[in-house]
Each structure stands twice: as structure tokens, then as C-alpha cells.
């Protein structure tokens, strides 16, 4: 591989390739705790070959503020440095193996710990071995958190898993949404036909991708289209309800009746959460119901769905669900257990109140002055201020 015993690059290392390079770095920079990137590639190629290529840092750069209405349902943290880590590698002609030339090992950031350089996204990866248990112990009826607990055991520990429970969810989540169940198809296409038959105004829509595996599917029965008819104009959209076994966001379209029950005007199963499946499900959706847009939408802070709501339903208000608001309110607003304790016992419980004090703002006052000042003091009362200050570019 590289002449390096100690597995440290440096200046004069030789690899057969760009893969057995791209290898070396990504486990150094798992033993030194950093992220890395492959961040620049000369398109210059002989015989097939690229010349050079230069592995960095995954905190190279620096990321570009967009300016945007939108905003991010979770919020991340400024990870980019531009840290100029990195080892550049150049194609040797004669022999045809790429010769490290250029190595910079000082980075301007702090590393992982040994503790946490497992949780890494280079470093977590499913072996094929691995993956066959994951889907043996599915298909027992064991939970990815009772499967993920064990076969940490079996191994001494998360730290020698080498993927993390979230992998675990990911991996049965693109299986089952990229293949349905033998018969689990042809059973969904017979209920609908069924449907059809008993009404003629039974309406269903699918999606396929490039290899014809179906991804979103959309159905609506001639209750729904009625309701819609008749009380279509405010409607609330809401995905939070994806809590199946199968992993499948489960859409519906909600409305009120003139009882103020709740009503659904249309359901929807989709393949993920993307700006291309909710501009589909919306396009499909007015389609289905003559294009008649509606004049009102409530959705969550889903930067996507927030994105295809603009698109498609150009004339209507798109306001944001105070259910989710305060949701988020909760998580990101509520006190830490061991910061409460320490306020107690200091006698200045300052954000006992806090999630009152943001309700308020949200329904009491109408005057912008006053708002404006119960909002600052509010802020004062926030040891971080991020996820408040997003949702007041929003607060209109």
C-alpha cells in the first residue's frame, strides 16, 4: 500500500491508486479524529487516469450564506474553518503509481475525542455480513433498537459496531421503500380497482422511478373530493404521522367541516421527504381535483415542503403550524435537567417560564411594540438564542 509503517502521510508516500489512497486518508482520519473530503480533482487525464487529486479536511472552506425565506426544520451548527489539512497526491508517469507531493497535518479546530471518532460519517459504515443480520433480525419482528443493542454487545460496544442506531434505521428504511413485499403491490392495486368498482370516483395516483419500483403513491375516495369541494379553502398538510413499520411518510391533506370536525380531503404514502416528492404529491393533488388551488396551507418548518408549496401553490397563503412551532419550542426552549437544578438551587429559575412567555408572544399580543419588547426579554432569557432567532424572520 504506502510506505508508511506508522500510517502517517507524508512527502514521498506511494500508492497504486486513488482508491488505495482515498482508503489511507479516511483511516487516518479516523485515528487523528477529523472528517475528510475529497475536495479537488485536475480533469486532466492520461490514458484514462486522473494526474492529480488533493484529499482534505472535511472543514476546508468556507460554506456559503444563502439568504433564504425558508427555514431549516433542524439547524446546524458553522462546521467549516477552512482548515488547510490535506494531502495532495500527483501521477508518476513512468510507473503509473500517484506520489504524495504536497502535506499539511495541522488543523485549526478541535478533534473528536477517541470516544466519539466511531460516530464519524467516514468512519460508520455497514458491512454485507452486517446488513444480512440487520435484515434477519427484521424479518423476526426485532426492533432496530432492541437488534442494534444487541449486536453491540456482541461486539464489546457502539465503539466496535461501526455504525450507529440511525445507520441501522436507514438501511431496513431504503429496503423496504425501494422494495415492496411480494404480493404487497399487487394487494394495493386490487384494493383500489375494488374501490373503483364500488364508485367510479375513487381516485388513485403512482410514481415510479427509473427501474419502475413504485415510490409515491396517492389515493382519494369521493367523500374526500366532496368535502373538498365545499371546504377546501384552509387546508393543513401535515407528514409527522410516518410512524409505520415500513418507514413510509405518511402524508394527509386536513381540513374543518362546518361542525369544526376534522376532515381529510386526501392521503398519500411517499418514498422520502425531498422537494421532488412533495412538488409531485401537490401537482397530483390539484390535478385530482380539477386545479382548484386552495387559498390557505399550514405545514410544518419543512424547508422542502415549504419550497414545493411555493411552486405549486403559487396563489395561496403558506402559513406555519403553531402545533409544530410549539413542538419545537419545547425541544429547543426547555431547560437541561442539571442547568435547572443549579438555577434552583441558586433561586433564579430564568427560564421556568420561558415556553409561557413564548406562547404568549405567539397569541396575545397584536401591537408590534409590544410584541417586539415581551420578545427581547424573552431573548434575554435564552442562554442560546439560535433556534429564536430563525423563527423570528418568520414571525409574520
Request: charged share 25%.
Given at each position: 500500500m504506502a510506505n508508511s509503517v506508522k500510517g502517517i502521510p507524508e512527502v514521498g508516500m506511494r500508492f497504486r491508486n486513488l482508491d488505495e489512497a482515498w482508503i489511507f486518508w479516511v483511516a487516518y482520519g479516523g485515528r487523528a479524529g477529523f472528517e475528510v473530503r475529497k475536495r479537488w480533482t485536475n480533469k486532466i487525464k492520461l490514458d484514462g487516469?486522473?494526474?492529480?487529486?488533493?484529499?482534505?479536511?472535511a472543514n476546508e472552506g468556507y460554506r456559503k450564506k444563502v439568504e433564504s425565506e425558508s427555514v431549516r426544520k433542524h439547524f446546524r451548527a458553522?462546521?467549516?474553518?477552512n482548515c488547510r489539512a490535506r494531502m495532495t497526491l500527483q501521477l508518476d508517469r513512468d510507473s503509473g503509481n500517484f506520489n504524495v507531493i504536497d502535506v499539511v497535518l495541522e488543523h485549526n479546530h478541535f478533534l473528536h475525542l477517541p470516544q466519539t471518532r466511531h460516530l464519524m460519517a467516514s468512519q460508520r459504515k455497514i458491512s454485507e455480513f452486517q446488513a444480512f443480520e440487520i435484515e434477519a433480525a427484521d424479518d423476526s419482528g426485532i426492533g432496530p433498537k432492541?437488534?442494534?443493542?444487541?449486536?453491540?454487545r456482541q461486539v464489546g460496544g457502539p465503539f466496535?459496531?461501526?455504525?450507529?442506531?440511525?445507520?441501522?434505521?436507514?438501511?431496513?428504511?431504503?429496503?423496504?421503500?425501494?422494495?415492496?413485499?411480494?404480493?404487497?403491490?399487487?394487494?394495493?392495486?386490487?384494493y383500489f380497482h375494488d374501490k373503483i368498482a364500488e364508485n367510479p370516483?375513487?381516485?388513485?395516483?403512482?410514481?415510479?422511478?427509473?427501474?419502475?419500483?413504485?415510490?409515491?403513491?396517492?389515493?382519494e375516495d369521493a367523500k374526500m373530493m366532496l368535502d373538498y369541494a365545499h371546504f377546501g379553502d384552509v387546508v393543513t398538510f401535515d407528514t409527522t404521522?410516518?410512524?409505520?413499520?415500513?418507514?413510509?411518510?405518511?402524508?394527509?391533506?386536513?381540513?374543518l367541516n362546518q361542525f369544526r370536525e376534522t376532515i381529510v380531503f386526501c392521503v398519500a404514502l411517499l418514498f422520502d421527504e425531498t422537494f421532488f416528492s412533495f412538488k409531485w404529491l401537490f401537482d397530483t393533488f390539484l390535478a385530482a381535483h380539477n386545479g382548484r388551488q386552495l387559498r390557505t396551507i399550514y405545514t410544518d418548518q419543512d424547508a422542502a415542503m415549504g419550497k414545493a408549496v411555493k411552486v405549486v401553490f403559487a396563489e395561496a397563503y403558506h402559513g406555519l403550524c403553531t402545533f409544530h412551532i410549539m413542538q419545537n419550542a419545547v425541544r429547543h426552549l426547555s431547560p437541561i435537567k442539571g442547568e435547572e437544578?443549579?438555577?434552583?438551587?441558586?433561586?433564579?429559575d430564568k427560564e421556568s417560564h420561558i415556553l409561557t412567555d413564548f406562547a404568549a408572544c405567539m397569541y396575545e399580543y397584536e401591537d408590534r411594540a409590544t410584541f417586539e419588547e415581551a420578545f427581547a426579554n424573552m431573548?434575554?432569557?435564552?442562554?442560546?438564542?439560535t433556534w429564536l432567532d430563525s423563527i423570528y424572520k418568520v414571525k409574520e
Amino acid at each position: 500500500m504506502a510506505n508508511s509503517v506508522k500510517g502517517i502521510p507524508e512527502v514521498g508516500m506511494r500508492f497504486r491508486n486513488l482508491d488505495e489512497a482515498w482508503i489511507f486518508w479516511v483511516a487516518y482520519g479516523g485515528r487523528a479524529g477529523f472528517e475528510v473530503r475529497k475536495r479537488w480533482t485536475n480533469k486532466i487525464k492520461l490514458d484514462g487516469k486522473v494526474t492529480s487529486c488533493r484529499y482534505v479536511c472535511a472543514n476546508e472552506g468556507y460554506r456559503k450564506k444563502v439568504e433564504s425565506e425558508s427555514v431549516r426544520k433542524h439547524f446546524r451548527a458553522e462546521t467549516r474553518t477552512n482548515c488547510r489539512a490535506r494531502m495532495t497526491l500527483q501521477l508518476d508517469r513512468d510507473s503509473g503509481n500517484f506520489n504524495v507531493i504536497d502535506v499539511v497535518l495541522e488543523h485549526n479546530h478541535f478533534l473528536h475525542l477517541p470516544q466519539t471518532r466511531h460516530l464519524m460519517a467516514s468512519q460508520r459504515k455497514i458491512s454485507e455480513f452486517q446488513a444480512f443480520e440487520i435484515e434477519a433480525a427484521d424479518d423476526s419482528g426485532i426492533g432496530p433498537k432492541a437488534a442494534y443493542e444487541l449486536a453491540s454487545r456482541q461486539v464489546g460496544g457502539p465503539f466496535n459496531l461501526g455504525y450507529t442506531c440511525r445507520d441501522h434505521k436507514n438501511l431496513l428504511q431504503s429496503k423496504r421503500q425501494r422494495e415492496l413485499a411480494f404480493g404487497q403491490a399487487g394487494s394495493m392495486l386490487k384494493y383500489f380497482h375494488d374501490k373503483i368498482a364500488e364508485n367510479p370516483s375513487f381516485q388513485y395516483a403512482l410514481q415510479l422511478d427509473c427501474e419502475e419500483h413504485i415510490t409515491n403513491i396517492f389515493w382519494e375516495d369521493a367523500k374526500m373530493m366532496l368535502d373538498y369541494a365545499h371546504f377546501g379553502d384552509v387546508v393543513t398538510f401535515d407528514t409527522t404521522f410516518g410512524t409505520n413499520k415500513e418507514y413510509w411518510p405518511f402524508g394527509v391533506f386536513l381540513g374543518l367541516n362546518q361542525f369544526r370536525e376534522t376532515i381529510v380531503f386526501c392521503v398519500a404514502l411517499l418514498f422520502d421527504e425531498t422537494f421532488f416528492s412533495f412538488k409531485w404529491l401537490f401537482d397530483t393533488f390539484l390535478a385530482a381535483h380539477n386545479g382548484r388551488q386552495l387559498r390557505t396551507i399550514y405545514t410544518d418548518q419543512d424547508a422542502a415542503m415549504g419550497k414545493a408549496v411555493k411552486v405549486v401553490f403559487a396563489e395561496a397563503y403558506h402559513g406555519l403550524c403553531t402545533f409544530h412551532i410549539m413542538q419545537n419550542a419545547v425541544r429547543h426552549l426547555s431547560p437541561i435537567k442539571g442547568e435547572e437544578d443549579d438555577e434552583n438551587e441558586e433561586g433564579e429559575d430564568k427560564e421556568s417560564h420561558i415556553l409561557t412567555d413564548f406562547a404568549a408572544c405567539m397569541y396575545e399580543y397584536e401591537d408590534r411594540a409590544t410584541f417586539e419588547e415581551a420578545f427581547a426579554n424573552m431573548r434575554c432569557k435564552v442562554h442560546k438564542q439560535t433556534w429564536l432567532d430563525s423563527i423570528y424572520k418568520v414571525k409574520e
